[in-house]
């Protein structure tokens, strides 16, 4: 089952701009994690963020996650045309799951243009 | 870093025939894969967990006579698609982690995209 949202669906932006994704989930969380996925691959993994932190950062990359929110939040800066992708919050939960699989968010398809 | 490797990466059948992708940890050894399905344009839903040497553990809603998942060596996880027929037309994605923690990040495959004509 889905775990939450992600927010927007779509971003279009032009290159050298900021790219600000939002994601929200249902249960409590060991863990929220990030994933890019260009069109028809895999998924890469970006940044893993501890239920017990708050912010943390990775090159151009920020993420935030709020618990009592159950909200994270994925900032890209300076953006550049490669980072044209789909980009995917997914979840551990802290209790249950299947052995620790992801539960995976929607996805917010982010389009840099030149 | 880990790599999974994914084959095919496309693969077009007749309805009726079975399917076989496999899914192998190729610098780590992997006691637990899971097999994902993405529709268009949607996010990654699990069909199952694939344990080495022990049955595969299956979400809610997905046939396990559909699906059948073999995990039988620490590198290697097979998804095959038993008569396949036009709606189980999807990507396919494997993914495992390192070692035994389960709380992790996930290394993907590439993904097998299916096509039953």
């Known amino acids: 089952s889905q775990q939450g949202e992600e927010d927007p669906q779509a971003l279009s932006i032009q290159e050298g701009e900021n790219a600000t994704m939002n994601c929200s989930y249902k249960?409590?969380?060991?863990?929220l994690q990030w994933y890019r996925q260009n069109s028809g691959r895999g998924l890469v993994h970006l940044i893993l963020i501890r239920s017990n932190e708050r912010e943390k950062h990775s090159g151009r990359l920020r993420v935030t996650l709020d618990t009592s929110k159950k909200s994270s939040s994925l900032l890209i800066t300076a953006s550049r045309a490669a980072d044209t992708a789909s980009y995917f919050c997914a979840t551990v939960p802290r209790y249950g799951g299947s052995q620790g699989n992801l539960i995976f968010g929607k996805g917010t398809k982010l389009s840099v243009k030149p | 870093g880990a790599v999974v490797s994914q084959h095919p990466s496309r693969v077009i059948c007749k309805s009726g025939t079975s399917v076989k992708i496999e899914c192998r940890s190729l610098d780590f050894q992997a006691t637990t894969m899971f097999w994902y399905r993405q529709f268009p344009k949607q996010s990654l839903m699990l069909m199952a967990t694939s344990n080495e040497g022990s049955k595969a553990t299956y979400e809610q809603g997905v046939e396990k006579d559909k699906f059948l998942i073999n995990h039988a060596s620490l590198t290697l996880s097979t998804l095959t698609v038993t008569s396949a027929h036009p709606e189980d037309s999807s990507f396919y994605i494997c993914?495992?982690?390192?070692?035994?923690?389960?709380?992790?990040?996930?290394?993907f495959g590439e993904g097998s995209r299916l096509t039953v004509l």
């Open positions: 249960t409590s969380i060991n863990n």
């Open positions: 993914s495992a982690r390192i070692g035994y923690q389960n709380t992790g990040e996930l290394f």
